[in-house]
């Protein structure tokens, strides 16, 4: 690494934290990062700062991690006694992004190798381990416990019940005789009819379209929400996936790349209104417009992911109302998806959420893995036939 000596112990050091509060970090990135602090002044702190945030993080939501990783690490010269002060101080007080940088760096001060000899039991998912983590909330989550609830995610299987096609295919057990299929079977016998064909019809799972908020409000629930809509995309077909803040953008294609990591990196470069501010219905309103009859044919589901804090004025609002009303009508289940149902007493209070709420089927928490779990077995369930109420 060009520089070496204390500058490059203190930059892995620096690498190892970012990974534990959950950047994608590689030796790729450092490397980079040291040929970056030796083309600017190290001793200017706004510099350096913006040499490594420009070669060591590539996504968005990763920026405020990274800021205040950098102001925790950088600040006194002893990593380890300040880890084990200011960590500890700040953990409880501390926003979500500065809450896991802290812990970040408190484990690499506190954590030490077993005495030899002696077997240390991991212990991170056993069934009171696991139990705690599926009902904690994805904003009160450390970087550790959001690693694994992601990993937990990622092996929620999501069977839609199946629904039957217009189409048929060749059964010998099928319950409908193909006269068609038949009498090409007769012309190879020389016009007798020795057999009757039969076909059965074809059934599938309904297409699924999820349109999901990443406004500054929802920004920390969508990231590991994308895990479970990554899953899900990668294991079943026919699904469509839209993030919206201040804009519609199709993400379908980004979610199709099989490494978890290259499709969020992926998708930040195409999302420019990452954890701004938000209008829905101005969203919901083009999707209609634009993707509606792409893909919600066929008895499409949708997931509409959103706290409803729609901040426009009665025109806004006139809006939302007419493309909710819109969308539930073209297709056959709209499921609303809401963090703010974690809270026992919520109340529908929001102008938005008054809104809204008439106009969907389904209104569901979406703040933990259990809320998923649940959601996997309502959508994996037979439902009654036809358009839903």
């Known amino acids: 690494m060009p520089g070496g000596g204390a500058l490059a112990g203190n930059l892995l050091g620096f ?4 990974r534990r509060a959950g950047l994608p970090l590689g030796p790729a990135e450092l490397l980079a990062g040291g040929e970056a602090l030796t083309r600017v002044d190290i001793g200017d702190h706004r510099q350096a700062k913006a040499a490594l945030r420009a070669t060591l993080v590539h996504r968005r939501e990763h920026f405020e991690i990274f800021d205040q990783a950098f102001d925790l690490f950088w600040r006194a010269p002893d990593p380890s006694a300040r880890g084990a002060t200011e960590a500890g101080e700040q953990l409880d007080r501390a926003p979500a992004a500065a809450r896991r940088v802290s812990e970040a ?16 039991l991991d212990a991170v998912l056993t069934v009171s381990g696991g139990e705690q983590l599926r009902r904690m909330d994805f904003d009160a989550m450390t970087a550790a416990e959001i690693d694994a609830a992601k990993q937990e995610i990622r092996r929620l299987v999501l069977p839609l019940d199946a629904r039957p096609t217009r189409r048929f295919r060749p ?6 005789a193909d006269l068609r299929a038949t009498l090409r079977a007769s012309l190879r016998q020389g016009g007798e009819v020795l057999d009757i064909r039969h076909s059965k019809r074809v059934t599938r799972p309904p297409p699924l379209v999820v349109i999901c908020d990443v406004s500054g409000s929802m920004s920390r629930y969508a990231q590991i929400l994308l895990h479970f809509v990554h899953a899900v995309t990668n294991d079943r077909d026919r699904v469509a996936s839209f993030l919206f803040g201040t804009r519609l953008t199709n993400i379908t294609r980004q979610l199709h790349h099989r490494d978890a990591e290259v499709a969020f990196e992926m998708v930040g470069q195409v999302v420019p209104d990452w954890s701004g501010g938000t209008r829905i219905g101005e969203a919901l309103d083009r999707f209609n417009h634009d993707w509606s009859r792409r893909v919600l044919g066929q008895g499409a ?28 009508q073209s ?10 149902l974690r809270y026992a007493g919520f109340q529908p209070k929001s102008q938005g959420v008054r809104t809204m709420l008439p106009l969907v089927h389904e ?10 779990r649940s959601l996997v077995e309502t959508l994996s369930a037979p439902h009654a036939r036809g358009r839903m109420p």
């Open 15 to 18: 690498g190892r934290m970012l």
């Open 105 to 120: 760096l408190g484990s690499s001060a506190t954590a030490a190798p077993p005495p030899p000899g002696e077997a240390r």
């Open 171 to 176: 059964d010998a057990n099928g319950r409908r």
């Open 301 to 328: 589901v949708v997931l509409l992911i959103t706290d409803g804090l729609e901040r426009g004025g009665a025109e806004e609002l006139a809006r939302l109302a007419a493309a909710t009303d819109r969308l539930r």
């Open 331 to 340: 297709c056959r289940r709209l499921i609303w998806l809401n963090p703010l």
């Open 363 to 372: 209104h569901r928490p979406v703040h933990n893995i259990d809320s998923l």
